[in-house]
């Protein structure tokens, strides 16, 4: 419906205005910032580590990556996990640190290292269900809000993560595909080597961990982004500026098959808020048309400030 988008100049957000962080402390802001990210490190690693003892290993749920692999080597030969993981970890750790240099290396040495020993510190806690489904959701969810924590504080736990970035590297690979395709092969190699339905319930904790992560990442779309494309603009912008209390902003649009410009508003709200816009552009505007969709995360004055 509409042909091209540009920005025009007005865009306001009426909030409370919020005082400017005090640049004067930015080597102990720095400071902060690093022991908040290896906190996260750290539990995300325990929350990935006692996921994999009480859900996973138990039923022999390899859903991928070096974990999986760690699993099908305890299933063939009974060698403990946590140093299946150190015995790959560590390799490709040097072999990252070698072609991708210190800055990458630095995001992923602590997760290397720390992850297969706390793998092995909670190797003795006892599975609490010998349901494979319950252990492959529940599994899945554990080790994808600890993937989710480490990821928030800047962190990596190495792994096939490492392996598939040198593929992305030197062969161009898409860096989503290479990790698809190292977590296929995990799996595929469960299917065979402990049962097909293990495969299968790899899958679903495979999928579980992927939500969980974009859950831990960007949280419930708890606001709406609402595009208005109106004859009455001007009234619009006052209702929602007024009685909304909200900022918006102005777009020129062009109709595909008219060719006539329009006005489009771009207005960003609460999920609470959402039917009160709704009445209002109605009562203004019964022919405006109106697209509300969730969006993940907002930042700025008025949403949460990064």
Same mark, same amino acid.
């Given at each position: 419906?509409?042909?091209?988008?540009?920005?025009?100049?007005?865009?306001?957000?009426?909030? &409370?205005?919020?005082?400017?962080?005090?640049?004067?402390?930015?080597?102990?802001?720095?400071?902060?910032?690093?022991?908040?990210?290896?906190?996260?490190? *750290?539990?995300?690693?325990?929350?990935?580590?006692?996921?994999?003892?009480?859900?996973?290993? &138990?039923?022999?749920?390899?859903?991928?990556?070096?974990?999986?692999?760690?699993?099908?080597?305890?299933?063939?030969?009974?060698? @403990? &996990?946590?140093?299946?993981?150190?015995?790959?970890?560590?390799?490709?750790?040097? #072999?990252?640190?070698? %072609?991708?240099?210190?800055?990458?290396?630095?995001?992923?040495?602590?997760?290397?290292?720390?992850?297969?020993? %706390?793998?092995? #510190?909670?190797?003795?806690? &006892?599975?609490?269900?010998?349901?494979?489904?319950?252990?492959?959701?529940?599994?899945?969810?554990?080790?994808?809000?600890?993937?989710?924590?480490?990821?928030?504080?800047?962190?990596?736990?190495?792994? *096939?993560?490492?392996?598939?970035?040198?593929?992305?590297?030197?062969?161009?690979?898409?860096? $989503?595909?290479?990790?698809?395709?190292?977590?296929?092969?995990?799996?595929?190699?469960?299917?065979?080597?402990?049962?097909?339905?293990?495969?299968?319930?790899? #899958?679903?904790?495979?999928?579980?961990?992927?939500?969980?992560?974009?859950?831990?990442?960007?949280?419930?779309?708890?606001?709406?982004?609402?595009?208005?494309?109106?004859?009455? @603009?001007?009234?619009?912008?006052?209702?929602?500026?007024?009685?909304?209390?909200?900022?918006?902003?102005?777009?020129?649009?062009? $109709? $595909?098959?008219?060719?006539?410009?329009?006005?489009?508003?771009?207005?960003?709200?609460?999920?609470?808020?959402?039917?009160? *816009?709704?009445?209002?552009?109605?009562?203004?505007? @019964?022919?405006?048309?109106?697209?509300?969709?969730?969006?993940?995360?907002?930042?700025?004055? $008025?949403?949460?400030?990064?």
């Amino acid at each position: 419906m509409i042909e091209k988008q540009q920005t025009r100049s007005r865009s306001e957000t009426f909030s &409370p205005q919020r005082k400017k962080p005090n640049k004067g402390n930015g080597s102990r802001g720095r400071y902060s910032e690093a022991t908040i990210n290896i906190a996260l490190l *750290l539990v995300g690693s325990l929350l990935i580590a006692a996921s994999f003892n009480l859900f996973l290993v &138990p039923l022999g749920i390899a859903s991928g990556g070096v974990s999986g692999i760690s699993i099908l080597v305890q299933r063939a030969t009974g060698f @403990p &996990p946590a140093f299946t993981q150190w015995a790959i970890n560590v390799p490709l750790f040097l #072999l990252g640190l070698w %072609l991708l240099g210190g800055r990458f290396a630095m995001k992923t040495a602590l997760g290397s290292f720390v992850l297969p020993l %706390l793998v092995l #510190l909670t190797s003795h806690w &006892p599975a609490p269900t010998d349901n494979a489904l319950l252990a492959a959701i529940y599994g899945g969810i554990g080790v994808g809000a600890g993937l989710g924590l480490v990821f928030r504080g800047r962190g990596s736990t190495g792994g *096939l993560d490492l392996a598939a970035q040198l593929l992305h590297r030197y062969t161009g690979m898409r860096l $989503g595909l290479a990790v698809a395709c190292f977590d296929g092969f995990v799996i595929a190699a469960a299917g065979i080597l402990i049962a097909p339905e293990n495969a299968l319930y790899a #899958l679903i904790g495979l999928y579980a961990t992927s939500k969980t992560i974009d859950f831990v990442q960007t949280g419930i779309a708890i606001s709406k982004v609402a595009f208005i494309i109106t004859d009455c @603009p001007e009234a619009i912008i006052q209702v929602v500026l007024h009685d909304l209390d909200r900022g918006l902003t102005r777009l020129d649009g062009r $109709g $595909g098959f008219t060719g006539d410009e329009r006005s489009v508003l771009m207005v960003v709200v609460g999920r609470g808020e959402v039917s009160k *816009l709704k009445q209002l552009v109605k009562a203004v505007d @019964p022919k405006a048309f109106v697209i509300i969709s969730d969006t993940a995360e907002v930042l700025g004055e $008025g949403f949460n400030l990064p």
